[in-house]
């Protein structure tokens, strides 16, 4: 089927891809020249495992093409995707300008029937908006063209992206149209196989299908760093206690790590959106509401422990911190805790020694030249004159390192281990004090 898809963001860019990989016939439309002109030439402006194989192969096999031009690309696609970003506005709402703008361009280009997709997370009724938006710009010019909207919200992970495209856990599809609703299901039945993963809904439930399912999974994790601030009070060690919970089916053991707080391009924005939409309908979001006050508070965890391990005195002190991406996989640090904890390290007169497998180029385009700010190309690098050791991401690269090597290399001797990757008996065992998140032994 032909194919066009409105962005070439992480969603836009796999869902091209994933769809020229089964065969269909994919044009991506973006407004930014250079990365367009890049993507021609087979440069993928994000780290995606397996993604630069998959864009270069279709590229080439003339499947997956990609242009600056939205008037050729709403001639080519039957189906023309919407995956173009909603960032936070000032109040936290969805700022919906670049999905609109799409839509109008769309309407005033239409020329013949075709169903448009929202693949964006978009708030409720967001729908209805890109529809009486077409609708205005066709009528504009006085054509009649027969289109569909169809709310299809996109559940990948970032790190994992093309994996979760290519095998979704399901299918979400909201529509008030049955022949839209039979094309989409044509689509994507190639990722369809074996057992049913399509789910059929009207428009308004697939937009909040999408935000409730973040917000579980932010809460979630708030809960459990929750109660890792009360195991740590009380002397337990909240890794027993997740064990102890994760075993019990209705509970599971995804998604109830404790850490230093929840990043990315995602949840805190959409914990945000919702309970800024709950507002706008008259009912108050509360639970929402704590587990974004919650993970603001955690992601100041690491720089506490810190401060309680060095009585306050962080000034003059270095520290190596291994992990600057919002998690591993991904050099994505968008709202990324260690963004937290290196603006409090410096504001607190320290300088920070700083290591990440994919992340780095980023973090020198976040922070700039910091005379207070290393960049160093190995792990063990970092770890040269500092005094302690921070892991805000865990990378697999960091999961088993030497500790007795570390233990000679830190002057204060002591790891504060943001992500609980690492056995305390074990670092301890190296002679080196141990900090985690919610570990009651360590207080
Ligand atoms: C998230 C969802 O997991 C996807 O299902 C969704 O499609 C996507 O948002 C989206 O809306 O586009 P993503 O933001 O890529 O995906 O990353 P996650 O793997 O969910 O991790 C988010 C954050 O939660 C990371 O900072 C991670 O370190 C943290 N986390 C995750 C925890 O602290 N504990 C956990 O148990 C799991």
Known sequence: MKVTVFGTGYVGLVTGACLAEVGHDVVCVDIDEAKVEGLNRGVVPIYEPGLEDMVLANHGA????????????????????????????????????????VARTIGQSLVRPAIVVNKSTVPVGTADRVRTAIDAELAARGATIAFDVVSNPEFLKEGAAVNDCMRPDRIVLGSRSPAAIERMKRLYAPFNRNHERIVVMDERSAELTKYAANAMLATKISFMNEMANIAERVGADIEMVRHGIGSDPRIGYHFIYPGAGYGGSCFPKDVQALGRTARQ????????EAVEAVNHSQKSKLF???QRHFDGRLSGRCFAVWGLAFKPNTDDMREASSRTLIEQLQAAGATVRAHDPEAMDEARRIFGEHPGLVFCRTPAEALQGADALVVVTEWKAFWNPDFAALAGALRERAVFDGRNIYDPASVEAAGLAYYGIGRGRSL
């Open 304 to 306: 506490e422990l810190l």
């Open 281 to 288: 309908y008259g009912y108050d979001a509360r639970l929402l």
């Open 62 to 101: 003339g499947r997956l093409a990609f242009t600056t031009d939205p008037v050729s690309a709403i001639a080519h696609g039957e189906i023309l995707f919407i995956a173009v970003g909603t960032p936070p506005d000032e109040d936290g709402s969805a700022d919906l300008q670049y999905v609109l703008a």
